[in-house]
């Protein structure tokens, strides 16, 4: 077979574990022990099935058929987040196998590109690039919709949960900005970050306030804050008034309900009323044609994953990830989720981000 990728040095002899080989490699990269029991887990279940299946746990003598195999044999015990992060876990087992030369080839390679998508995909929505949204997010002025706007494109968190933010779901540090609060306890050990809850419900009090929007995580979730997004929220808050609610609230209107909490019809509006100046909303368009913010979380959910390829970490900040997952990747948050984010989050703005274009 023709190698998929050229391997890093001379071929290694006598691997008798390629799993073990795998894992003590990620260990000297510095993966986490949780992390790397994680890929012990899934990989071993592979070669399970394998022997099972097809009278061979040679992981290397597998081929597109097999993997795609076991693939079809997760489904029915695992929601379809789960399974695409296995076989995200199983891609990476052999594309770094075959880089190093251990594997002549990557089976996986093929059926990464062939696995249907979990997560929302809307192949007739306006196809908005980076640039042009770079240029649409150029031309708001005011801090306080820039800051909404590119909270929820880098964030892809729904409207109710980014009207429902308090200041202690932010732990960001604010030199040009003279305010001071208290990170929530979550957020201790997790610097530059949001954090958005699953507890909020509309009608419900939470944080002193009651609420006229609901979360809909089905588990709470830290979302990295990069350089840029840090910018625009130091922009905002510098400018922020005193809220009205107890809660010390992040985002509040300035204009005729001052210093109460955004809603989510205050929020529509804004995004509204930018994409009508540029083009993007017109009166009875649909899903299809209209910018809304709902559009912002495709535009997160489609960009990150292509630069990512990691449908489960892209989950787990949209809060759609399983419960069998999210605790992986809850505590490994500081070495893949934030890392991985970092790397690979797009710039919005004129100025770029650590992260580049």
């Not at 998929?4 to 002899?13: G, N």
């Not at 990464?112 to 998508?117: A, K, R, V, Y």
Request: with cysteine; aromatic share 10%; net charge negative.
């Amino acid at each position: 077979m023709a190698m998929a990728t050229e391997p890093t040095a001379e071929a290694p002899e006598d691997v008798t574990d390629p799993i073990a080989y795998f894992l003590d490699d990620q260990r000297y990269h510095g993966k986490s022990e949780r992390t790397l029991e994680a890929y012990d887990r899934v990989l071993r279940r592979f070669e399970s099935f394998l022997l099972e299946r097809f009278d061979t746990d040679a992981t290397g003598a597998a081929g597109r058929r097999e993997c795609m195999a076991w693939i079809h044999s997760l489904r029915g015990e695992f929601e379809s987040s789960t399974i695409a992060t296995y076989a995200s876990y199983l891609n990476r087992f052999y594309e770094y196998m075959t880089r190093v030369g251990v594997f002549d080839d990557n089976p996986m390679a093929l059926v990464m590109e062939e696995l249907s998508e979990s997560i929302e995909t809307n192949p007739t929505r306006r196809d908005i690039s980076i640039a042009e949204m770079r240029s649409f997010v150029d031309g708001i002025a005011h801090p306080l919709e820039r800051a909404v706007v590119v909270t929820l494109l880098k964030t892809g968190m729904r409207v109710g949960e980014l009207c429902n933010l308090d200041l202690r779901d932010l732990h960001l540090e604010t030199p040009p900005v003279d305010l001071e609060w208290t990170p929530r306890v979550g957020l201790e050990q997790r610097p530059a970050s949001l954090f958005v809850s699953s507890e909020p419900a509309r009608g419900t009090t939470v944080n002193g306030e009651e609420r006229t929007a609901s979360n809909k995580r089905k588990r709470e979730t830290v979302v990295p804050v990069d350089e840029e997004l840090r910018r625009v929220l130091c922009e905002w808050l510098a400018i922020r008034p005193d809220a009205v609610s107890p809660a010390r609230l992040l985002f509040l209107d300035t204009r005729d309900s001052w210093g109460q909490r955004l809603t989510p019809s205050d929020v529509r509006y804004i995004v509204e009323k930018h994409a009508r100046e540029r083009g993007w909303y017109r009166t009875g368009g649909g899903t299809e044609e209209n910018v809304t913010p709902h559009y912002f979380r495709h535009f997160f959910t489609t960009h990150l994953r292509d630069r990512t390829g990691d449908r489960g970490i892209v989950q787990y900040l949209r809060g759609d990830v399983a419960g069998d997952v999210i605790d992986t990747y809850t505590h490994n948050w500081g070495d893949r989720v934030r890392e991985t984010y970092l790397d690979s989050i797009y710039s919005v703005t004129g100025r770029e981000s650590s992260a580049g274009v």
